[in-house]
């Protein structure tokens, strides 16, 4: 992703990298995660004529993330293993819904801003990764999966 690192460290963001093809973006900047996630999105959409809804944490966020592992005692394998950044919370009833549609070796945990999803049989025939991922849950979302959460924490600590 070399056009996405440059098209953002040339509108002032520091220290640019990604990880992977997905657009996993770190950089250091003293900006609002709010005021950085619609600047981006507009530079992406002025640069690559894409509306592309984008969601920031800050690093201490997405150590709190990482820090609280709900599901590690179930969750042995990184690649099942999915983080579902929300734009806002969901409310109880909503997660309630999803939860309900879990296969039986599936789990779903909500904190805050981010589910956390186990799918040990894989996302490709999930019902809950299919609401997860879909466009219902009436809020801006975006997953990775345990590999990459790690990743892109240690990818800020450098």
């Not at 990298?17 to 995660?33: D, L």
């Amino acid at each position: 992703m070399p056009e996405l690192r440059e098209c953002l460290a040339s509108d002032g963001l520091e220290d640019v990298r990604t990880y992977v093809q997905s657009g996993n973006v770190v950089a250091s900047t003293n900006e609002a995660p709010d005021e950085l996630a619609r600047r981006c999105r507009a530079l992406i959409g002025r640069q690559f004529s894409l509306d592309i809804a984008v969601i920031v944490r800050t690093r201490d966020e997405l150590a709190q993330v990482v820090r609280l592992d709900p599901l590690k005692d179930v969750a042995d394998n990184p690649k099942r293993y999915q983080v579902t950044f929300l734009s806002s919370e969901l409310d109880h009833k909503q997660l309630e819904r999803l939860a309900a549609v879990a296969g039986p070796a599936e789990r779903l945990v909500g904190i805050g801003r981010e589910l956390y999803s186990w799918h040990p049989e894989g996302v490709g025939r999930s019902k809950l990764w299919g609401r997860i991922a879909g466009a219902g849950l009436g809020v801006t979302a975006t997953a990775r999966n345990w590999t990459t959460v790690t990743t892109l924490l240690q990818m800020a600590d450098d």
